[in-house]
T-cell receptor, first 113, second 116 residues
Framework: KQEVTQIPAALSVPEGENLVLNCSFT??????LQWFRQDPGKGLTSLLL?????REQTSGRLNASLDKSSGRSTLYIAASQPGDSATYLC????????????FGTGTRLQVFP | EAQVTQNPRYLITVTGKKLTVTCSQN?????MSWYRQDPGLGLRQIYY???????DKGDVPEGYKVSRKEKRNFPLILESPSPNQTSLYFC???????????????FGPGTRLTVT
């Protein structure tokens, strides 16, 4: 059974730091990977999707990479800001014929001024 | 605005009283899912639908029903709610990106359900 681990579980950093959030899968057979942001009491906002044919995606200060051989993904946040404070979730898709996602339990990030 | 909407956003009910949580998307997506989120367990898929009249069980379907009579709507039905169904529920829709055949999921704002 596929399980997803996100490290660290929580992170508190001063504004301006560059951050790395990690996500690993017990089964490296990940088809595609999506990173989400969740604010307290709110829904999930899609940040980046790494499609099956891709190894990384970038959007503004965010860069996500996926190493299928090891079953690991990394989300890099450059020049963090207090507005980045949220929980970050990674989720893997297992196959081309299903949109089901397997979620990690998240990294809770706090960026203080 | 492209979005997934859920109603109600908050619901407190008693054991055994049937309830329905509605979900609607305006993006013409074929795929829709329901997830529940619990502390320490993350999000887990309850049911999913690949198209109208096509539904299937996810990882935690017990105690839930769904229907997909129209493409835009995917209601979640709890026939006889129990306290262990107290959770935060999310509806999601997605479409298939070609040619990679990957799916990008869009989530609703969530419904916080408490069953006493």
């Amino acid at each position: 059974k596929q399980e997803v681990t996100q490290i660290p579980a929580a992170l508190s950093v001063p504004e301006g730091e560059n951050l790395v959030l990690n996500c690993s899968f017990t089964d490296s057979a990940i088809y595609n990977l999506q990173w989400f942001r969740q604010d307290p009491g709110k829904g999930l906002t899609s940040l980046l999707l790494i499609q099956s044919s891709q190894r990384e995606q970038t959007s503004g200060r965010l860069n996500a990479s996926l190493d299928k051989s090891s079953g690991r993904s990394t989300l890099y946040i450059a020049a963090s800001q207090p507005g980045d404070s949220a929980t970050y979730l990674c989720a893997g898709g297992e196959s081309y014929n299903t949109d089901k996602l397997i979620f990690g339990t998240g990294t809770r990030l706090q960026v203080f001024p | 605005e492209a979005q997934v909407t859920q109603n109600p956003r908050y619901l407190i009910t008693v054991t055994g009283k049937k309830l329905t949580v509605t979900c609607s998307q305006n993006m013409n997506h074929e795929y829709m899912s329901w997830y529940r989120q619990d502390p320490g367990l993350g999000l887990r898929q309850i049911y999913y639908s690949m198209n109208v009249e096509v539904t299937d069980k996810g990882d935690v379907p017990e105690g839930y029903k769904v229907s997909r009579k129209e493409k835009r709507n995917f209601p979640l039905i709890l026939e006889s709610p129990s306290p262990n169904q107290t959770s935060l529920y999310f509806c999601a829709s997605s479409f298939e990106k070609r040619p990679s055949r990957s799916y990008e999921q869009y989530f609703g704002p969530g419904t916080r359900l408490t069953v006493t």
